[in-house]
């Protein structure tokens, strides 16, 4: 049974910094690619950045050089730096991991970021 775990959300005022984190479990860490997605309200889920098995990472356009994606396979954890927060980073922050071996997609619970003006 594959489980993905996130944290490290909270408040933070903007300009501020968090880290996020995404644990999995139950898989070979380094086959699983992973993907960060937010949602905020009335706004669809958005995909902010992910990184492939290789360390391949690739980030949308309003979060690059503000946030850095990185794994530790040692750990089976994947971060989430966010630099520079904006009151329009404010949402849900999704942990997704897609497992190679496997073919299959899953999903954290989500963890809230929240950015004051």
């Known amino acids: 049974q594959v489980q993905v775990v996130e944290s490290g959300g909270g408040l933070v005022q903007a300009g501020g910094s968090l880290r996020l984190s995404c644990a999995a479990s139950?898989?070979?860490?380094?086959?699983?690619?992973v993907n960060w997605l937010r949602q905020a309200p009335g706004r669809q889920r958005e995909t902010v950045a992910n990184?492939?098995?290789?360390?391949?990472?690739n980030y949308a356009d309003s979060v690059k050089g503000r946030f850095t994606i990185s794994r530790d396979n040692g750990k089976n954890t994947v971060y989430l730096q966010m630099n520079g927060l904006k009151p329009d980073d404010t949402a849900v922050y999704y942990c997704?991991?897609?497992?190679?071996?496997?073919?299959?997609?899953?999903w954290g619970q989500g963890t809230q970021v929240t950015v004051s003006s």
């Open positions: 139950g898989t070979i860490f380094s086959f699983i690619d």
């Open positions: 997704n991991v897609f497992d190679r071996q496997r073919l299959h997609n899953y």
């Open positions: 990184i492939t098995n290789h360390g391949t990472t």
